[in-house]
């Protein structure tokens, strides 16, 4: 599963930091393009690799990173550090670090069968490049005639074309209430096939595309597996929300890349603990936030009484040195006997 979310900087000083186009915005933010690979396992996603992407719209500011540095960052840190790695990839563009990251993956876990991704991925020359991986997709498509076009019946249409050939034979799915078909079609310069499923929801004008280069599934399998794409978005919603993603205070690239990797660490653990427990993730983390207050009170309130033992002891350490070891022992005596304890004055906690 494959999808890419953004996170604004708050400083123009921020290294590599770009001016991205955010769709739900809709308009330019300056910060980081963050794209995250993972593998969706029984009903979790579960992040794998995670990379970042700018743009060549930067602030003509100089990093604070760099700015008072005789070498560039890159020049002084070891080669197959994060850091390192990471720039050295800044400059390739979204769909060659996707790529890249699925090949990676494809080599940790040999039985993964498909990749998900959203509309915007969804270039055929792309899923041409992933199926030379040995590796299916299953993906949403939005009508692209300059980039895209699909061979049928021995003529090329663009996906507003298919969808009008099509439309008068779409049938009701009485479980869901949509109308529905499915055709096969060809990639243009290519052996590729691929399944379509139109669908279009009653009293909407707009309609949706999905499609599988396994033309072997049926409707229902490649809506099921689309939908579960939905889970990487609540991912970044927990990341952001609950773990603070994105929210990082840094002017250095390398301390990003770290945030990003702790924020996945947390979110892996409170996955596993939440699938441990049968529970959601909010109630794990709210379980977990609740647990470490009781021990952080319970911490506090050991050492307040450690502070007033020393108190008691100090004192008592100071009247046998006077030699007042009557009132030493009537001090211990009132210690013991908590309802007589003299007004003794309290320590300074902080």
Known sequence: MIDDTITGVSGKRVEKASYIYDHTKGKSVLGFQKLVLGLFSVDRFIPVISKICISSKRPNKNSKATKYLKKPKEERIRLDSPGAIERADLDKNKIEK??????????????????????????????AQIKSTKIDVICQLKNMPK???????GNKYSLNGLYALVKNSMRT?????????????????????????????DGELGWHAFASTDISFSAKKILDYYSKRWSIEVFYKNCK??????????????????????????????????????TG??????????????????????????????????????????????????????????????????????
């Open 98 to 127: 996707t790529l890249s990251m699925i090949k990676e993956a494809k080599k940790k876990f040999k039985d993964v069968g498909y990749v998900l991704f959203d509309s915007w991925f969804a270039f055929n020359c792309f899923i």
């Open 147 to 153: 980039a895209n076009s699909y061979l049928y019946k």
């Open 173 to 201: 799915v009485k479980e869901y209430g949509y109308k529905q078909t499915s055709i096969c079609v060809g990639i243009p310069k290519t052996k590729l096939q691929m399944k379509i499923v139109f669908i279009h929801n």
């Open 241 to 278: 929300q609950y773990l603070n993603f994105g929210k990082e205070q840094m002017s250095n690239l390398d301390s990003i890349i770290a945030s990003d990797a702790l924020v996945f660490m947390r979110y892996l653990v409170l996955t596993y603990l939440s699938a441990l427990n049968n």
């Open 281 to 350: 993730f909010f109630e794990t983390l709210e379980k977990k936030r609740l647990d470490i207050k009781a021990l952080t009170y319970g911490a506090r309130l050991l050492n307040f009484f450690l502070n007033q033992l020393k108190y008691y002891v100090d004192c008592i350490c100071e009247m046998i040195t006077q030699n007042k070891n009557n009132e030493a022992i009537e001090l211990l005596r009132n210690i013991f006997n908590p309802t007589q304890i003299p007004q003794l004055e309290f320590v300074n906690l902080k």
